[in-house]
């Protein structure tokens, strides 16, 4: 029977879609549930349901989505689940235990907000989200984290469960051939610059939520400061803003910084805006796994500055491949960016050993032959207890007491004795 797998994440989550489909290709049946658009997913002939959360804190709205991911899990009965962002890697452990589904993998894709605010509310919030990570360990099967600095804090709180390893990139990597078809496929930078008004001018682009926690009142800054000594610099800024909530930049905010700042909003051509672009500039102030909007500006051949937060460190080798700064520092930022205006050959040369480690290390076929891998090690390991007279499925994803021995056919799991 061919073995099912369901994939659960957020509104981004079709960003994902040549990870489900070369997963699928590998010989697996694949079903993905996201809060964002059905389209993607099914222009790729992949199964499709809804499911619904709340961003940020909302008990009630959290409550809602448990009950609507436990039914899910009841109706589809993958042999695998997997979820990826945050609120997914704490609801599907949850749900997985409340339906007594064993097969339920994390991916950790940074430390997010609880973990990077400074706030009153997110300090408060850091021991009840440990918690629930310890109970969700309780009832996961693996959990993948993109870097070792992840893992090493799971496993210093507790909270990683019985199976953690890294997989770089673990939320998808990047399609390196679909990227650079992207690519050959979009209009000529000029045309680009001619519909966004940037004429001849040099550009420095970000592509990300509109945030203070992804450090974009930071880059406003930093954009006033390179504006001083490179006047025909302008500064594109990618992404939602509306969407945000309260840690959403001000439109006034932005305003504030024309003509030599430029919004577009959203977009889904990405890959063009990049290639039209001189710099890419990244300032997240956040927690963060492996950015693959750095991975995809890196294939674009674009010089990097970030900052020096855990994700980026993964991709940008500071001084060699790009620049690192330290993050709320925009006379720093603004500083780099000027010296790869400046030195078009250095810049050149950082842009190359960039996209040469990203094709080596974050390339879509080495993820999905390491989450292969580990599907198989977790069939494997169902097969060998499924001797013993057990449902192999459940089998392979007890806790402590079911590696210590076989259950006796009909044995209750410790689930159904709760």
Known sequence: MTPHLLYVGGEDHHLR???MVSVRDRGYRVTAASSGDAKPFRRAGLDFRPFHFHRFMSPLSDWRALKS??????????????????????????????VGHPGAVRT???????????????????PVYRALHRMA??????????????QAFFDRHRMTGS??????????????????????????????REQLGLGA???????SRMTRQK???????????????????????????????????????????APYVIATGPRSDVPALLRLADVFAFPTEYREGVPRVLLEAAL?????????????????????????????????????????????????????????????????KMIVDRHVALYAELQARSSRLGVCGVDPIRSAFQDETARSGCFRAGDPTKSERR
């Open 215 to 257: 450090g974009i009142a930071t880059l406003l800054q930093a954009a006033a400061l390179v504006h001083r000594v490179r006047p025909n610099a302008r500064v594109v800024l990618v992404g939602p803003r509306e969407s945000e909530g309260p840690l959403a930049i001000s439109q006034a905010e932005v305003e504030r910084h």
């Open 201 to 207: 001018s040099e550009v420095v682009i970000t592509v």
């Open 300 to 364: 674009a051949g674009l010089p990097i500055v970030s900052t020096s937060m855990p994700g980026c460190c993964e991709v940008v080798d500071d001084g060699r491949s790009g620049y690192l700064v330290p993050p709320r520092a925009p006379d720093l930022l603004a500083a780099r960016i000027v010296d790869l205006l400046r030195d078009r050959r250095k810049a050149r040369a950082m842009a190359e050993r960039s996209a040469e480690r990203v094709r080596q290390t974050f390339g879509l």
């Open 108 to 126: 950790i894709t940074g430390l997010a907000w609880v973990y990077s605010s400074r706030s009153p509310l997110a300090l408060a919030a850091r």
């Open 69 to 98: 991911l436990s039914t899910l899990l009841r109706e589809l009965s993958p042999d695998l689940a997997q979820s990826f962002d945050t609120k997914p890697n704490l609801l599907l452990p949850l749900a997985a235990r409340a």
């Open 163 to 192: 199976r953690g390893l890294v997989i770089p990139a673990g939320g998808g990597g990047v399609d390196v051939e679909g990227f650079e078809r992207a690519l050959a496929k979009s209009p000529p930078p000029e045309q680009l």
């Open 137 to 150: 360990g309780q009832s996961t099967a693996a959990t993948v984290f993109e870097m070792g600095d992840d």
């Open 17 to 19: 879609i040549p990870f």
